[in-house]
Every structure is written in C-alpha cells, then in structure tokens.
C-alpha cells in the first residue's frame, strides 16, 4: 500500500479497548493510519469493518519483547512511516506487597517497562532518520503517587516514568518529542472483573487494603472520565509547541498530583537541613551535567 506523505501513522499497542481504542478511533476518523496491537487481533474486527485498509491490525503480546521490533517493520512495510508511537497496553493489579508473586510483580514490569522499552528501541531508528515524530507513553496517576494495594502497578508505571524522562533527553536534539500521560479514572474495563488482576487477599492486609480493593471494583462503569474527550487531549497536546513532559489527566488526577508535589516539597524544605548535614563540610555545590 502506498501512503500519502502527509498521512500520519500510529502504532498503538493495546488499541483494542479502553484509551488506546479512543486513539486509535480518533485517528482513523481524522483519516490517518493506524496500526493497532492486541493480544487478539479478532477484538479489531469492528474497526476493520468500519476503516478497512487504514487499520492494520497485529496479534501480539507486549510482553513478547522480541516481537516489537516485528510490528515496527510490518508498519514501515505497510504504511511507509510512522509518525507516533503509544505505549499503552498493560492492566491493573491489586494486591499487598506479601499478597503480591514473583511473576505478578513481573507482570507488571513486562507491561509497563519491558514492553513499552522494547517498542521505543525499534522504532527510534526510523524518527531519528525522518527527525520527527512523537512518543506517548500511557501511565496513570498511580506512576507518580501510590497507595496501599497497588505497589506492584505503580512499580511498573514509576519505572516507565522515570526511563521515559530520560529517554526524553535523549531523543529531543532529533526533533522527537516524549508525552507521558497520567491518567485518573476513565470509563474503561480497566476496572472490570475480568480484566483488572487481584491478588488473593491474606486477612492480616484487611485494614490497609479491604478498601482500596472495594473502591477499585466499584468503580467499574461509573469512571468520570471520557476516553474520547482524552483522545483529543492528547492528540492536541502532541501539535502544542510547549507541551509538557507529563500530562495529569483528568480532573481527579490534577487534584492528586497538586497534593503530591505539595507534600513532597513541604517534606524536602522541612527536612533540608538534615539533609545537607550528610556531605563533606564546606564543599561546593556539585557541577553535573544536567
């Protein structure tokens, strides 16, 4: 297939629900391509019917890090560029750090880090060539904040977090540009039964946890956020000259975030002096390079 050298590409991994279907619906209605990623390819048969050719949709688990590389070359083949790449997919996970395995806190790790890494490593090559192009990296306000219950979520989206501000560094001399969006509540299956992972609940957690887990269930179909209002959010971020390296999103979100940083700078000020007491006396301020 030949492509129009003004059509935008994107390849979002998880693009068959929640956000990164709201993506994935946006660019299609605004005639762009897309190349969308799920652990079912059938899942995109509706959008197939609807867009035809513009979606390419792909079978592959992000944790199948190997095959990241697989879908960057299948797009270039397809559509010629890519233009933005969303690392998306992933799911929640509940539980107590004792409650928590070996491999569901790998889980998380594949998903959120492991996956999306393997992702950005096979695309960079083909932005850095064209000097351009975006990265969206799906996190949530769970990756910058944490609460009983969700370490294990959180681990692996402070990890992403924290790679991709770097990463942002890294790629900005080449005209690439990293959004890291932190989302509240949206109303997607990210909360339902049969797609939000629970550990089994040991009773000693019942005070610290019994709660989180309740609301978490509860939440289901009655999330404040709208993922197509989100979409647009994001879409128009990524054509803001001056957007920041991470968007809070939705009104929960901001609110959190704000009593976050509010509280962790309240903590850096007020313990400062201790703080600075652990370095060699009299020394001078440290020149690094960043």
């Known amino acids: 297939m030949t492509t129009t050298n003004g059509t935008k590409t994107w390849i979002v991994t998880g693009a068959s629900s929640g956000l990164g279907l709201a993506l994935a619906e946006a660019a299609l209605a605004a005639g762009e391509h897309v190349i969308g990623t799920a652990r079912r390819a059938d899942r995109f048969n509706g959008l197939k019917a609807r867009y035809g050719d513009q979606l390419l949709a792909i079978e592959h688990d992000v944790r199948d890090t190997a095959g990241a590389a697989v879908v960057v ?13 969303v690392n998306n997919a992933g799911a929640g996970q509940v539980g107590a750090a004792e409650e928590i395995t070996d491999a569901a806190l790998r889980a998380m790790l594949e998903q959120h880090l492991f996956g999306p890494a393997a992702y950005v490593r096979a695309v960079l090559p083909h932005l850095r060539g064209r000097r351009s192009g975006a990265i969206v990296q799906m996190s949530s306000q769970g ?20 790679w991709s501000e770097a990463l942002a560094g890294e790629v900005a001399p080449f005209g690439i540009c ?86 962790a700078l309240d903590d850096v000020e007020k313990w400062a002096s201790v703080s600075e007491s652990a370095d060699f006396p009299g020394m001078p301020p440290a020149v690094r390079a960043f």
Do not use: C, H, W
């Open 73 to 85: 070359q299948r797009a270039l083949e397809v559509f010629g560029r890519v233009d933005v790449l």
């Open 143 to 162: 990756g910058r904040m944490s609460f009983p219950a969700v370490g294990s979520y959180s681990a692996g989206k402070f990890a992403l977090e924290g």
């Open 178 to 263: 990293v959004l890291i969006v932190e989302p509240s509540r949206f109303r997607t299956a990210f909360n339902a039964a049969d797609v939000l992972n629970t550990a089994q609940q040991s009773s000693i957690y019942d005070e610290a946890t019994s709660a989180v887990r309740a609301n978490m269930a509860e939440a289901d179909g009655i999330q404040e956020g709208d993922p197509a209002r989100a979409a647009r959010v994001i879409r128009d971020m990524l054509d803001t000259p001056d957007a920041p390296l991470r968007l809070p999103l939705g009104a929960e979100a901001v609110r959190n975030l704000t009593r976050v940083y509010r509280g």
